[in-house]
């Protein structure tokens, strides 16, 4: 365990240290600005506007950070044959992987962090005050967040097997897919043809699904989020992120460094 | 209890794209490395000496035969504990100092925080990098890289240390320090495994050596051993020999290379300097030196690569060496 808190915490400084990380972030945190002067032009919808471009600034940056990092974590190791020295050492292949992981779901959340501060800062600026119901932003938050657990486990995984841009690829088409999960199956239901309609099953549960864990509209609404979501965005993250984080030790268990 | 020993180690690398052949990199190889000693696995580029030390750290899978270390299986993560590795070319983190990369390397090993820096400080200042610390790792040089691999490659007080071309990148001040560090590590009771292609180090340093060539061991010896193995040629010099006398020694010497009025005579079999003395002693010419050359590890790896020796520059020789006749 030690080892793996030790890994992790070298790959939250080597993240930290990525200047790519610090513009994304600064971009982000000018896309709030932004929102506000969109908000003021959009009368009666001020919050609206401010809550829906913020959310979706948090998310998108998140997801830009979780791909561009997580497509070398693995890679760049064995690129540059860091991974030598360290798998040398007494540490197994899935405590380097899951410190990986680990490391850079830190990363996310210190950033998530401070792009929800800066978002916060945004909407006390726009209304001059902040009440309890602002919080239901930090449900639509959690929920970004669980997805990029998600999207890294994804890059991870691709970071085992392939390069960087292949892996950034492939993370991005499994994300959009992943969003659009549930319109494929309900094509499949569509087209009364029993084949596809099992085989877009099948996708459906074989893909991740992302379109759940998108709550930005009814947040920036107002409306409530049913507490079951809360539950089953959770379990179904922490099973998902199971699998891929395993499907990235197995690669790996079997991995040559040549 | 042996350091490490391997039984028929094998190993298939697969390329191509299409229709992926094996190429053999390792071919059965039987090594057997006793505790204490600095043991040195020689050969040239592509031998199998980077092959064999990936396996022995479980970088690389044996295609089969078996290997173990320090009486453990290679898989043991716990044995990791006890030893110590330098990469070849070693590449470190960039964005850290060397302070934080040996702290990250001490973390892995589960060292205490006290224990830990106690031990950096010991190791940096050894290595001679005790001013260069907090320096980012990109800039330091190739050298002093390979220099901090020594280092976290010694974190853990191994009781087995092995270096992958551990001279690689250091120059002559550094090589000698690396050198005086080897030695020191073994009078530390501590197993030195290095793989080289610099026999001139093997031979300072090794108790034991193994060759390698095309994943073949091609001989494996005490040092002592293999050095006293005979003489490989003797060296006889003359003074003002005589056009004459040199025509004749031409058919019982390998170079004949004058400098001066001397003249250096390499007679390569022994049963041939008695005659070449005699042929001296008739023509009545003075004989500077007779001096027999051991066989250097030089000698046997050349011997043991199935090549020979190459000879002196021709444009120094008295007369051109007639290649019908030499060696006759």
Not at chain 1, 95 to 121: D, P, R
Not at chain 2, 233 to 241: A, C, G, I, R
Request: hydrophobic share 45%.
């Amino acid at each position: 365990m030690r080892r793996v808190v030790s890994i992790a915490l070298h790959t939250f400084k080597e993240s930290v240290r990525e200047r790519v990380l610090y513009n994304l972030i600064v971009f982000a945190l000018l896309l709030m600005g932004a929102a506000i002067l969109f908000g003021s032009i959009s009368v009666g919808i001020e919050q609206i506007i401010l809550v829906n471009l913020g959310l979706s600034s948090i998310s998108v940056f998140g997801l830009l950070m979780a791909i561009f990092i997580g497509i070398g974590l693995v890679w760049k190791e064995i690129e540059r044959r860091s991974i030598y020295s360290i798998l040398s050492k007494p540490v197994r292949r899935a405590e380097f992987v899951v410190g990986k992981y680990c490391g850079l779901l830190l990363t996310l959340l210190v950033n998530t962090a401070i792009m929800t501060a800066g978002f916060y800062a945004a909407l006390f600026y726009q209304k001059r005050s902040l009440s309890v119901a602002d919080l239901a932003v930090l449900e639509a938050v959690y929920f970004i967040l669980l997805q990029l657990a998600l999207v890294v486990g994804l890059a991870l995984f691709f970071s085992c097997i392939s390069t960087p841009i292949l892996s950034a690829v492939f993370t991005l088409c499994l994300y959009i897919i992943g969003n659009l999960s549930a319109d494929i199956r309900w094509f499949g239901q569509e087209t009364g043809s029993a084949v596809v309609e099992k085989a877009t099953a099948v996708l459906y549960y074989l893909l991740p699904n992302f379109g759940d864990f998108n709550v930005i509209a009814q947040v920036a609404h107002g409306e409530k989020i049913p507490a079951y979501l809360l539950y089953s965005n959770s379990l179904y993250a922490l099973l998902y992120g199971t699998i891929l984080v395993s499907a990235a030790i197995l690669v790996l268990e079997e991995r040559e460094f040549r | 209890m042996l350091a490490v020993e391997t039984s028929d180690l094998t190993k298939d690398y697969y390329v191509g794209f299409f229709r992926k052949r094996p190429r053999r990199a390792l071919d059965g190889l039987n090594l057997r490395v006793e505790r204490g000693e600095v043991f040195g696995l020689l050969g040239p580029n592509g031998a199998g000496k980077t092959t064999t030390l990936k396996i022995l750290l479980r970088l690389v899978f044996p295609t089969s035969g078996t290997a173990r270390i320090l009486g453990r299986e290679l898989d043991d993560v716990a044995m990791h504990a006890r030893v110590g590795y330098l990469p070849e070319n070693p590449y470190f983190y960039d964005h850290l100092t060397a302070q934080e990369f040996m702290n990250y390397a001490g973390e892995l090993f589960g060292l205490r925080s006290a224990e830990r820096q106690r031990r950096i400080n010991r190791l940096l200042e050894r290595l001679g990098l005790g001013a260069s610390r907090d320096l980012p790792l990109r800039k330091f040089s190739k050298g002093m890289v390979q220099r901090v691999g020594i280092a976290q490659a010694l974190i853990n007080d191994p009781e087995l240390v092995f270096l992958d071309e551990p001279m690689s990148g250091l120059d002559p001040l550094g090589r000698r320090e690396v050198r005086d560090l080897i030695l020191e590590l073994k009078e530390e009771g501590k197993t030195i495994f290095f793989s080289t292609h610099i026999l001139s180090d093997a031979e300072v340093l090794c108790d034991r050596v193994a060759i390698l060539n095309r994943g073949r061991l091609q001989g494996c010896g005490e040092l002592g051993e293999i050095l006293s193995l005979g003489v490989a040629v003797t060296e006889v010099v003359l003074e003002n020999p005589g056009e004459e006398l040199l025509k004749e020694l031409r058919l019982y010497t390998r170079s004949v290379v004058q400098t001066g009025e001397r003249v250096r005579l390499e007679v390569p079999a022994e049963s041939d300097v008695a005659r070449v003395l005699a042929l001296v002693v008739r023509h009545t010419a003075k004989i500077v030196s007779v001096n027999p050359v051991k066989m250097s590890l030089e000698d046997y790896f050349m011997a043991q690569m199935g090549a020979t020796p190459e000879a002196p520059p021709s444009r120094e020789a008295v007369n051109a060496p007639d290649p019908e006749r030499r060696g006759k």
